[in-house]
């Protein structure tokens, strides 16, 4: 149990990197650029995984209806998501965009009985008024430090939790290996980010510690992260207890943008927080 919580720690550490390294990342880099190269890295990452551990010979079961649903659930969960996560980071702190952004557990709740049909209870609906009263409290009243277009950015992150919540429910409704499926759903990110880049964008070249956040971002973030909560999800006899650690990662995101960006942690984003992750906690623990 030891070994699978360090597993997944060490995600969950990854994770709360991301909207700080991200928006790093953005102040020198176009967003579908940042977005593309991070993508085609975690891609290839996961191409090496898959050679090593013997899954990708998958590949050849799949038909064409499965590619073509592969290529929609990546457009959907890894490009459509985080193109909207980062034009909310490029617009807000990057506090006030992991928030947000965090109402995707929540996303899944409502997506999971549109589609699923899980039963709607008492209790998931008192999860949902939490979580969208964290949201008020961090959208009304009070600005924020961004200089950038504050509403455009906060619709930004509520499309992604939107977009990756039903990402979530339909991939596990198609119910494929993960590891074959992710890295598709990156290289579909990678090639959607280039050419919407490519057509919209003027591309920089990327030069010295640039890279360092690249590698970091497609590798340890897109890729490796996602290893390590496999590793810790599927080995612990305890999957309940080790999935509430990631329970864990927004707070560790505030401290991360304090420490990278100067951002200062504010009363206000720690309350909203709060409640979007204790109603997404009431949430998850919701009886039929």
């Known amino acids: 149990m ?28 176009p967003n579908m650029e940042a977005l593309a190269i991070g993508s085609f890295l975690g891609a290839l990452f996961l191409l090496a995984v898959n050679m090593v551990t013997g899954q990708l010979r998958e590949c050849l079961t799949y038909t064409v209806r499965d590619y073509a649903e592969i290529i929609g659930l990546g457009f959907l969960g890894m490009f459509w998501y985080n193109a909207a996560y980062y034009l909310g980071l490029a617009n807000l702190t990057s506090q006030e965009a992991c928030i947000l952004n965090y109402l995707w557990p929540l996303m899944i709740m409502v997506f999971a009985w549109l589609i699923l049909k899980e039963p709607m209870t008492v209790r998931k609906i008192i999860a949902m008024l939490c979580s969208f009263a964290g949201v008020v409290i961090l959208t009304v009243g009070g600005g924020t430090a961004s200089a950038g277009n504050v509403l455009l950015g906060r619709l930004a992150c509520l499309m992604a939790a939107v977009s990756y919540g039903l990402f979530s429910v ?16 990156w290289l579909t990110a990678a090639v959607f980010a280039a050419v919407t880049g490519l057509l919209t964008e003027e591309w920089v070249m990327i030069r010295g510690t640039a890279w360092i956040g690249m590698l970091w971002i497609g590798i340890a973030v897109n890729a490796g992260a996602n290893l390590l909560w496999a ?3 599927n080995g612990g006899e305890n999957t309940a207890r080790i999935a509430n650690l990631a329970f864990l990662t927004p707070f560790l995101s505030l401290l991360v943008s ?7 942690i504010t009363l206000r984003a720690v309350t909203a927080l709060v409640f979007i992750v204790g109603g997404i906690l009431v949430g998850s623990t919701s009886r039929k």
């Open 170 to 185: 339909l991939n596990k409704q198609r119910d494929r290996n993960q590891w074959v499926s992710m890295m598709f759903y």
């Open 2 to 29: 030891k070994k699978q919580v360090i597993f997944a720690m060490g995600a969950v550490g990854i994770w709360a990197t991301m909207a700080s390294v991200v928006k790093l990342q953005l102040s020198g880099l």
């Open 231 to 233: 590793m810790g999800i």
């Open 258 to 264: 304090a420490a990278l960006l100067g951002e200062q």
